[in-house]
């Protein structure tokens, strides 16, 4: 089936058949009911199980009012991230139209100094900047996208649409390096941010300021090493070690699901700073495969926090820890140390998986001897880093009631609380019985 072409956008004149109410403490806008009928159409596209059925809702939604914004970033949305091959010349022509018709319905808007997401009247007119600038993006505009970009966080600075990361990645792969650490700086805690997407953009950052002298390799390494505690997989995707798939749409934290979005946002930036690359591949492996011991330097490094152990029989890449604060589920009546976690055994290292169980979707208990160990990608990255395993760069939250905490139980180690009162609460409330658990090798 062929696709439909671009919708066309009737003259201004169109606009005096439609009625339409002034805004009010309601509404911030000028409404049209015909819009609001049209809408209805819109959510039932959304939620269309294919591209015929999304076409045919959004063509009613049009015919009821041809000036629907959403009705117009639906069918721009379908063109762009639907069909395969995505048609972005079409998607950004029918953006463009969704702003030119949001103009026409509300000539001020754009120019007020903020526009709420709050308000949902605005949400058609900020949807249409944000996915015009993504599309731009994908067609190699990133000038044009870093502009959309900047634009709507000053109108809407709570970022209800996830634009910070969008305009980091864009700054980041247009070389501009000193604009992408004020962004961060101002929306995401700048260095203190948790996010991957960030903390591996400070590594090309660095990488910068390593070779221009102006930061020390000791620091360089310190933030990749933060980089991979937020995520460890982004450099094997980076550097070909597991194949990248094509983008998919959600993640979860700290994930492969993660780590592809990240290096789908950023693999330009990387491969554009000559020789990061190659530095990350030294840094990969530089003091061997895996540390020359009994497994001892393992052990340790697997107590502070998430290692990657790519092993044989079969030949996998595990994410893999023994730290207890680090485990989900460790508030659940039936949870567990599996058995010799706690205690050194290069015969049999036992820790806890992240990677997630195909046929069950759940984590789970591991154990291999060290023989079975093949590398242990960035091992000296982490064994030398001042970051990685530091308590002073986690934020840490009462297990009672959730506040900043500073005090954490001397016996298991594994929950932290802001005063010794939740402390006594939570062992009337049931930590007396799962402490032991925590302690128990």
Not at 67 to 79: G, H, K, R
Not at 234 to 258: A, R
Not at 392 to 397: E, P, R
Not at 403 to 430: F, I, T
Request: glycine share 4%; with cysteine; charged share 25%.
């Amino acid at each position: 089936m062929e696709n439909p072409p671009i919708p066309r956008l009737p003259p201004a004149s169109q606009l005096r058949k439609y009625d339409s109410s002034p805004p009010d403490f309601l509404s911030p806008i000028q409404q049209y009911a015909a819009d609001n009928r049209s809408q209805e159409y819109v959510y039932d596209a959304w939620e269309a199980a294919t591209v015929r059925q999304k076409f045919s809702l959004l063509r009613k939604a049009l015919r009821i009012f041809p000036f629907s914004v959403d009705a117009l970033n639906a069918w721009a949305s379908i063109y762009a991230h639907k069909l395969h091959p995505p048609e972005l010349e079409k998607a950004e022509k029918t953006y463009e139209l969704a702003l030119a018709s949001s103009r026409l319905l509300w000539p001020d808007l754009e120019q007020q100094p903020t526009i709420e997401w709050g308000h949902v009247e605005h949400r058609p007119f900020l949807r249409a900047y944000h996915g015009l600038a993504v599309v731009q993006s994908d067609l190699g505009k990133t000038s044009d996208a870093i502009e959309k970009y900047q634009y709507l966080l000053k109108v809407n600075p709570n970022d209800n649409q996830g634009v910070r990361n969008l305009l980091f990645s864009a700054l980041l792969e247009n070389g501009e390096y000193k604009l992408a650490e004020e962004i961060a700086e101002k929306h995401e805690e700048g260095r203190k941010s948790q996010s991957t997407l960030f903390r591996y953009g400070f590594v090309i950052i660095d990488f910068l300021k390593y070779k221009l002298g102006v930061c020390s390799e000791d620091d360089l390494v310190d933030t990749l090493a933060k980089a991979l505690m937020c995520n460890n997989y982004v450099p094997s995707l980076l550097l070909g070690d597991i194949d990248l798939p094509q983008p998919t749409d959600g993640y979860s934290p700290g994930c492969l699901d993660e780590a592809e979005s990240v290096v789908h946002s950023t693999k330009c930036a990387w491969e554009r700073v000559a020789g990061l690359m190659d530095w990350l591949r030294v840094q990969q492996y530089f003091g061997g495969k895996k540390p020359d011991d009994d497994g001892s330097i393992l052990f340790n490094l697997l107590r502070k926090g998430k290692v990657l152990v790519n092993k044989m029989h079969p030949d996998a890449l595990l994410e893999v820890s023994t730290c207890i604060a680090l485990m989900p589920g460790t508030a659940l009546p039936d949870f567990y140390l599996a058995p010799g976690m706690k205690k050194h055994n290069p015969k049999k290292i036992v820790c806890y998986n992240y990677q997630r169980n195909s046929e069950r979707n759940v984590s789970r208990f591991v154990s291999f001897s060290y023989d079975e160990v093949v590398s242990v990608p960035f091992w000296k990255v982490l064994l030398s880093s001042r970051a990685f395993g530091n308590e002073d760069d986690v934020d840490h939250y009462c297990g009672v009631c959730y506040e900043s905490a500073p005090l954490r139980c001397s016996a298991c180690s594994a929950v932290w609380y802001c005063s010794r009162s939740c402390q006594k609460k939570d062992w009337k409330n049931g930590h007396k019985t799962m402490c032991p658990r925590f302690v128990k090798s």
